[in-house]
């Protein structure tokens, strides 16, 4: 509500504040909230590495903005080493989701299919079946 102003104007102390208290209840859209503010650096100093940490972990939590930022950062190397393999197992899991009912299903998961089709031939076969096999083992935590 605060970091997008949405019915009240937008505050992003406020979106911080609110953020960080569920988060600390493993609240998986208030934890990608977080990752997003400190990969941008929004109301917070940017921090990369706290960015792919908090997005890992929504990620585990099964938040599907967060699965796709953390593909994003594996792909470029921001706060964490890069990963091609990684980056094309968490596109894939966003990727199979683009069929799931709401319309942020089709619009995040075709945005993984393309990022994927853009990753893949900068990829050894080996690394891709690599990716595939993790992203079809991956279950939330």
Known sequence: MYFHGNGV????EEAFK???????ENHPAAIHGLASMYLNGMG???DYREAFELAQKAA??????AQFLLAQLYEHGLGVKQDYVKAL???GIVGAKRNLPGPEFKA???????????????MKDEE???ATQLALRWKPK
Do not use: C, F, T
């Open 89 to 91: 197992m968490w596109y």
């Open 18 to 24: 609110w953020y960080s208290l569920a988060a600390k």
């Open 9 to 12: 104007p937008q505050n992003l």
């Open 108 to 122: 995040v998961g075709g945005e993984a299919i393309k990022a994927s089709k853009n990753l893949i031939p900068r």
């Open 44 to 46: 917070v100093r940017r």
């Open 60 to 65: 585990n939590l099964d938040d599907l903005g």
């Open 128 to 130: 891709v079946k690599r």
